[in-house]
């Protein structure tokens, strides 16, 4: 005959649930074992200073032999009474400065000594509007109208006669249009002598070139020469463009 386990007395049955129970109470007594602190009482209350001894110095008193002050001076003053048998002349001084009552006084002045420097400006008289244009060499003999037009085409000439392209702006390639901009002086020379282009060295061309003008006849405003500013512009043109 087969005996038969009654499930009632089983003790295996809930091992695992008793398991876990017990780890979780060991867990939490070994937790609360770390969290537990403990600390120092002590009996010091930190309101009261305590002083051992107090360290007493006996200052000593010394005696300062101070001579005393001098007797104060005995001043003895003589009074002496004079007759008065001279008159004192009082001196009165006068006030320098000026009321409104006062003049002054005003020099006059004639008009025969008064010199009159006349005073020449020097006013330039642009090349367009000038009554009388400077004359280049060679434009002398003809009318106001035919020397405007000589002294225009004079200037061409004289840029083609001089011209030089510059060797090494013509190595690296440089080219462009110069304006030159000079004045025309009152004594027929050129002077005041300004260039804008693109390269320096087309410039310093354009400058050379102005130079070498020959002295002119200088231009005239109601009868008196005056500077006269020129513009002219120098094209620097390379072979092939």
């Known amino acids: 005959m087969q005996v038969k386990k009654n499930p009632k007395a089983d003790i295996g049955k809930n091992s695992s649930l008793f398991f876990a129970i017990g780890l979780n109470i060991m867990l939490f007594i070994t ?16 309101g009261i200073l305590n002083i051992e001894k107090e360290v007493e110095e006996d200052i000593p008193i010394l005696n300062i032999n101070t001579p005393p002050p001098p007797p104060p001076a005995v001043v003895t003053e003589s009074v002496q009474i004079v007759e008065d048998t001279e008159d004192i002349v009082e001196t009165i001084i006068e006030s320098t400065e000026a009321s409104q009552d006062d003049r002054i006084a005003e020099p006059i002045v004639s008009v025969r000594d008064v010199a009159v420097v006349e005073v020449e400006e020097e006013v330039e ?5 000038i009554e009388e244009v400077p004359i280049f060499p060679g434009c002398e003999s003809l009318s106001k109208i035919q020397k405007r037009a000589c002294f225009e085409e004079k200037m061409q000439a004289h840029v083609i006669k001089n011209f030089q392209y510059p060797q090494v702006a013509l190595e690296l390639g440089i080219h462009g249009r110069v304006y030159i901009m000079f004045t025309i002086d009152k004594d027929g020379g050129i002077s005041n002598i300004k260039t804008r282009g693109p390269d320096k060295l087309l410039e310093n061309e354009a400058i050379r070139i102005i130079n070498q003008l020959p002295t002119m006849i200088p231009g005239k405003q109601r009868g008196k020469p005056v500077p006269v500013p020129f513009s002219l512009p120098i094209n620097f043109v390379m072979a092939g463009n």
Do not use: G, N, R, S
């Not at 969290?35 to 002590?42: G, P, S, V, W």
């Open 125 to 129: 008289v642009p090349f367009a509007i």
């Open 31 to 46: 937790w609360q074992a770390l969290e537990f602190k403990t600390y120092d009482k002590a009996t010091i209350d930190i």
